[in-house]
């Protein structure tokens, strides 16, 4: 139980440092980082909860984030919709949900918490264009396509 709460401690402390330095404006944010590859994150936010489930999911997160370095961003978002009709962003309302925007191209939706570090390791992989080999697919976020609005940014997903 104390390496439990141990987890638990150090991931939250990460996950406040991620959100601080993930500032304040979405657009500015996602121009700056509109490189090939560059993975943007838009989480899904709600308030610090000292489950097991909110530490796993922090750690995957933060190791993900330190993983990546510089070729992530992590933004806080609390509102995404699509500007054409086929993309469905209910999953996203979900506690814990997750945008990724691969190189202002790629888009995919990962509705509640991730407890799969193999998701991480999908888009790593979507970013970098390598090849996904076949058992990584079960773990691959839900593909969008279509016009799709995050705040003040805006992103044609291909």
Same mark, same amino acid.
């Given at each position: 139980m104390a390496r439990c709460k141990y987890r638990l401690q150090i991931s939250l402390a990460l996950i406040l440092t991620t959100y601080l330095s993930a500032g304040c404006s979405t657009t500015n944010t996602v121009e700056s980082n509109n490189k090939k590859g560059q993975i943007q994150l838009f989480l899904q936010d709600s308030p610090p $909860?000292? /489950?097991e489930l909110y530490a796993d999911w922090a750690a995957y997160l933060n190791d993900f984030k330190n993983t990546e370095g510089d $070729?992530? /961003?992590v933004t806080r978002a609390f509102h995404a919709s699509p500007a054409l009709d086929n993309i469905n962003l209910n999953g996203f309302q979900e506690k814990y949900s997750t945008l990724f925007v691969v /190189?202002? @191209?790629t888009c995919y939706l990962y509705s509640g918490p991730i407890l799969e570090p193999a998701i991480y390791d999908f888009i790593h992989r979507v970013s970098a264009q390598q090849e996904i080999p076949e058992f990584l697919n079960q773990f691959s976020p839900e593909a969008l396509k279509? @016009?799709?609005?995050i705040g003040e940014y805006s992103v044609n997903c291909q």
């Open positions: $909860n000292e /489950s $070729n992530v /961003s /190189s202002d @191209r279509g @016009r799709l609005t």
